[in-house]
């Protein structure tokens, strides 16, 4: 069975600065992570995903996040943050022999002026 | 770019009342979704469904609930007797690889349920 913590609930940072989302994952097999951007009213969008090839995947708009399965950790990150990155964000987990697909509770990003 | 399509965006239904909500899967894919979103709380998954037939559902997808494929293109989750507590944001996700794959998942813009 297959689980993800997103370990906090919001984030703020001031534009310009470093994004840090942080999200771990349990599985028994290797799985494949996923980060899925929600904005207001919208719905669920595909950042990246890491599927056991290289373990630093770069995403759309400027994001990107690094497997390391000894921390069982999948952040992800932005060098500078842009208001139009406020949004939910969505840590998910896919086991390698099911269909389940497991969500993180979520992370809102507020982007400060 | 195709894309999954949702249909209501938003419905407002009395406790009680059978509810069903459609979604058009991207055309080749095979592999559908239901998921829910209640206010403030996190992204839940309901069922797949794979060869017309469900594949996996959760605790949370109860006889309350089905799902059909009724023609090539629609997929849909039937809500019987609706519930207060099923107001949520429903979401249909379609893949074209399922079991043992990585496929990404791809979303509707989902339906708004509101039980009143």
């Known amino acids: 069975a297959q689980s993800v913590t997103q370990l906090d609930s919001h984030v703020s940072v001031s534009e310009g600065t470093p994004v840090l989302l942080r999200c771990n994952y349990s599985?028994?097999?290797?799985?494949?992570l996923f980060w899925y951007v929600q904005h207001p009213n919208k719905g669920l969008q595909l950042l990246l995903k890491?599927?056991?090839?290289?373990?630093l995947v770069k995403g759309i708009n400027g994001f990107e996040a690094e497997f390391k399965k000894s921390e069982t950790s999948f952040h992800l990150t932005k060098p500078s943050a842009h208001m139009s990155d406020a949004a939910e964000y969505f840590c998910?987990?896919?086991?390698?022999?099911?269909?389940?697909?497991?969500f993180g509770k979520g992370t809102r990003l507020h982007i400060l002026p | 770019e195709p894309e999954v399509t949702q249909t209501p965006s938003h419905q407002v239904t009395q406790m009680g009342q059978e509810v069903i909500l459609r979604c058009v899967p991207i055309?080749?894919?095979?592999?559908f979704y239901w998921y829910r979103q209640i206010l403030g709380q996190k992204v839940e998954f309901l069922v797949s469904?794979?060869?017309?037939?469900?594949?996996?559902k959760s605790e949370i997808f109860d006889d309350q609930f089905s799902v059909e494929r009724p023609d090539g293109s629609n997929f849909t989750l039937k809500i019987r007797s609706t519930k207060l507590e099923d107001s949520a944001m429903y979401f249909c996700?379609?893949?074209?690889?399922?079991?043992?794959?990585?496929?990404?998942?791809?979303f509707g813009e989902g339906s708004r349920l509101t039980v009143l």
């Open positions: 996700a379609s893949t074209e690889l399922g079991v043992v794959t990585t496929g990404e998942l791809f």
């Open positions: 599985s028994s097999y290797s799985p494949s």
């Open positions: 890491y599927t056991s090839a290289a373990t």
């Open positions: 998910v987990v896919r086991g390698l022999l099911d269909d389940k697909i497991i």
């Open positions: 055309s080749n894919h095979l592999y």
């Open positions: 469904f794979y060869n017309n037939e469900i594949s996996e």
